[in-house]
């Protein structure tokens, strides 16, 4: 596993968005361009406290001076995005990565369908963005406790009022967003493109069951259940040290590399960000994480150490 590139930037702008959302504005120092991104991209932030981190970028991809993040405060935050609504301020020096996208937009799609919930409306804005500048169709269904915790409402409404459609909890007497009657107009080579709560998504998984898996996307927050009953030990295998160690169910391969000082970079822990992404060179890998595609996974050339493990008794990783 190579060292990721890091980018050394600076915060120009802190600014209130919504209640608990914060919008850090990120620039080269010395003003230069930055690396381009992608609409559904992100940045690894490398906190001061140590942590890592990742945040969507929302700002149009067409901008090369700067890189702008939404950060929602966390009710449980482990130290993340609590120290970063505390701590930040202009002038702020922050490591980060370049933008990657786990997330990708399909532009050659006939008409999208973005359905975002709370602070998941951050990839999908700069999705928007791009839909606008290539003049592709596409409505967004974005669904928030209340009108005070949605982030860009006023960016959207002027945006394109008849749209965007949104649902707030507190204004409709307990009624959930429907997802299907959402999706009902889209046609058959409409992308739909979820970020959001758990619940949210489970809903659009529902709702979407008989479309294309190519066709639909999403970006989760938190990671569903696995059963783990049936997981049996295997034995990992380092190429470049020689190295091999015994994995044993209920641990991952990054807890037992941890255990034995094998330092791998991590964030999530639970294969939501890609950070322990890690290339597979012998054995067959058992995939628990929501970001490589079902044609990725069947390539079975990467995996995701902090939640996928092995079906065979030996799993080779090039570290």
Known sequence: MQAAARLELVVTDVRSEARDVIVLELRDPGRGALPRF???AHLELYLPNGLIRHYSLCNDAAETDRYCLGVSLARDSRGGSRFMHQNLRVGT???????R???????????FVFIAGGIGITPILSMIRSSVAANRPWRLFYCARNRQRAAFYEDLSALAPDRVYFHFDDEQQGRLFDAASALRLAGDGAHIYTCGPAPLMKAVESATMDRPADRVHFEWFSAAATDTRADTAFTVVLRNSGARFEVPPGRSILEVLEDHGAGVPYSCREGLCATCRTTVLAGEVDHRDTVLTVAEKAGNREMM????????????LDL
């Open 38 to 40: 992608t609409p559904g």
């Open 93 to 99: 020096k922050l490591s980060t990565s370049v933008p």
């Open 101 to 111: 996208n786990n997330f990708p937009l399909e532009l050659a799609a006939e008409e």
């Open 305 to 316: 150490i902090c939640v996928s493990r092995a079906k065979s008794e030996v799993l080779e």
